[in-house]
Structures are given as C-alpha cells and as structure tokens.
Nanobody
Framework: QVQLVESGGGLVPAGGSLRLSCAAS????????MGWYRQAPGKQRELVAT???????NYADSVKGRFTISRDNAKNTVYLQMNSLKPEDTAVYYC?????????WGQGTQVTVSS
C-alpha cells in the first residue's frame, strides 16, 4: 500500500512562487517514477512534470523554464518548485507514484494564482 500526501499549495499573485511537496509512505521504491499532475475546473487532469528514479525529468510545454521537479529518495519525497506563476496555472495539483501495475495518487493541493 502507498500513501501520498501533498502540501505547499495556496494563493499567490501572478509572478509569484510556490513549492509543492509530496511525501510518500508504504511500499516505495526509488526506481519508480513520481510526478505532478493538475486539474483545473472543467478540464481534464494533465501532466505537469515527472521524474524517474535516476532523475530524468519531463515537463509539459506550458511549464518548461518555470517549474522544476526534484526528488529526495532518502525521504521518499518529490518536490515541485513553481516560479513565475500565471493565472492559468490555477488548479488542483496531484502527486503521482507510478509502478508497473498501478498508479497511486495523492488527495491534491489547491494552487490559486491571482491576476
């Protein structure tokens, strides 16, 4: 069993920064990828960024150059540093832990960027 707990969301003005954290517990293996997804009202959940066990990263085009994903395998934690935030980044952000058999999701954390 895997549990993911996100933190760090909030309200920030456009141009501001936030750092999201996701602490994983349970049967966690560093080899597996972790990532961040987001879902805005009325839209489908979309990929934001992922990071593999050996730190290979992938970003959505909309966040490249502004967001940085990282992970601390010793702490089973993944981070998302978000800079130069825009109103269109407003969404619920979900942490993801991907295994061969299953995807695990956190409960989500709200990020609201005011214009």
């Amino acid at each position: 069993q895997v549990q993911l707990v996100e933190s760090g969301g909030g309200l920030v003005p456009a141009g501001g920064s936030l750092r999201l954290s996701c602490a994983a517990s349970g049967s966690i293996f560093a080899i597996n990828a972790m990532g961040w997804y987001r879902q805005a009202p009325g839209k489908q959940r979309e990929l934001v960024a992922t990071i593999t066990g050996n730190a290979i990263t992938n970003y959505a085009d909309s966040v490249k150059g502004r967001f940085t994903i990282s992970r601390d395998n010793a702490k089973n934690t993944v981070y998302l540093q978000m800079n130069s935030l825009k109103p269109e980044d407003t969404a619920v952000y979900y942490c993801n832990y991907a295994t061969v058999r299953w995807d695990y999701w956190g409960q989500g954390t709200q990020v609201t960027v005011s214009s």
